[in-house]
């Protein structure tokens, strides 16, 4: 059997694997993935990504548009134990483009990013094999496989899910909590159309908690389980369509799956061991209420993945170091806030679900909010450095590139390093610009060859005249620069 060889291996080609492979392979960065499916799982599991997720995957080449694989959330809020809204936003802002939350295909998605990560003709898929050990010194390190075949590359990264067979064989521990209470999950389709918004709601109801999110052709439903209650029983048939039968007719529907689950809150030790990273579940799992948990998979792989070209491409790979530093805060705190919802969703006291529908009208005339975009997220000074800016997500306005016919600032860049000079070409302010970023000129004309003019059709691109603008693939501030920087 041939060993294989590679500069990245990933173990594990879930939406995380998939999404890091496809990134390293269009950076020209030569992947090897190892996953133990021929083919991606077939039904849903992950139900919404926020515009961050949707704007990191559009940066993947070949990847087909967002509408491919995600519905925009129309409404989404808190109900009560009658399905009347208590709570509920209009999802009507975008955010870079993107609306600000969507109800994900995840089939869809992973089918997409397995094509486009092939597509860059830099990435071989390795499928029904598994990684069963690890070797690694200061020359390389190897994958050996459960057939005996082994993979050799200069780094493996983890995103084998929560039972990672590559954090074990690192030593990385994998401290937190498991919480005994189960939940049913119920995905339907529906065998026509609905005329129906697609919202995501919590239901406050003492005696059975719920949440119910719609859309034209797919259902979710997730209960939580009382005491005492079968698993297997409530996974029947019978009951599902019993539970699904208080909001619409069963019988319009077909059940593609009625799972029992229990969820988690672990981050592991360290997310680095020599020459293994880890992504994804392999490195944090969170409770399900912030909905939050592929997403938080998709920032990794983003934050990841350039750092890893990067390296590869010749930069001191003390730049790995700062991809921990960077997401272990973001990762920790979205736990935290998941857990926090998670103790309001679930209560079945009276006295609090009461108390809590009290609040929330109280807040009804703040339902409006949802037509503001949410504040974007932004990277910790400690870890983003001082330069000016340094941390901020870049604008995605609409641009004209040398009077060209409009289009996205993320599609003229794609998932490579930006260079934007405010009224000068990049090159005069700064040196030891990376092979292949992107250098922009804004609203100046004629810059010189390999530079890109470009007019800001939005008015989003500000900065001092004279000065650049230094943008990470990721699409996050390096800071800006002039002169005297």
Known sequence: MNDERAT???????????????????????TVVVEPQHRPYPKPRAAVLDAEAIRALSLVPGLPPAEAWATPVDRNGVMDA??????????TARVFGHPQIARLDQPALEAGLRA?????GNVRILAGRSVTAVEQDDDGITAVLDDGGRVTGRWL????????????????????????????????????????????AFVLDPARPCVAMSQRDRRRWEWMLLPGEDPDRMAADETVRSLVGAWVDPGGLDIDRAAVFTFHARTAERWRAGRVLL???????MPPFAGAGLGMGIRDAAAL???LADVAGGADPVLLDGYERERRPDVEAMTTLASRMGRIVQSRSRTTVRLTRLVLRMLAPLAGLGARPLPARRLPRSVAGRLPGAGRPLPNPRVSVGGGPPQRLDDVVGYRWAYIGHGVDPRTVTA???AGAVLLALDRPDPAPGCLPIA??????????GSVTVARPDRFLQGRLTGHS
Do not use: K
């Open 432 to 434: 030891g610009i990376p």
């Open 305 to 307: 993945a350039w750092r």
């Open 8 to 30: 990245v291996i990933v173990a594990g080609m879930g939406p995380v694997g998939a999404l890091l492979a496809a990134l390293l392979g269009g950076r020209g960065v030569a």
């Open 456 to 465: 800001d059709l939005d008015g989003l691109l500000t900065a001092r005249p």
């Open 157 to 200: 990264v983890g995103c084998d899910g929560l039972g990672s067979t590559v954090r074990t064989a690192a030593g990385i521990g994998f401290p937190g909590d498991t919480y005994p209470q189960p939940w049913l999950v119920v995905d339907a389709s529906n065998r026509e159309p609905a005329d129906i918004a697609s919202s995501v």
């Open 279 to 285: 992504a994804g579940d392999a490195a944090h799992v």
């Open 82 to 91: 009658r399905h009347r809204p208590l709570f509920m936003t209009e999802q």
């Open 116 to 120: 486009a990560a092939t597509g860059t």
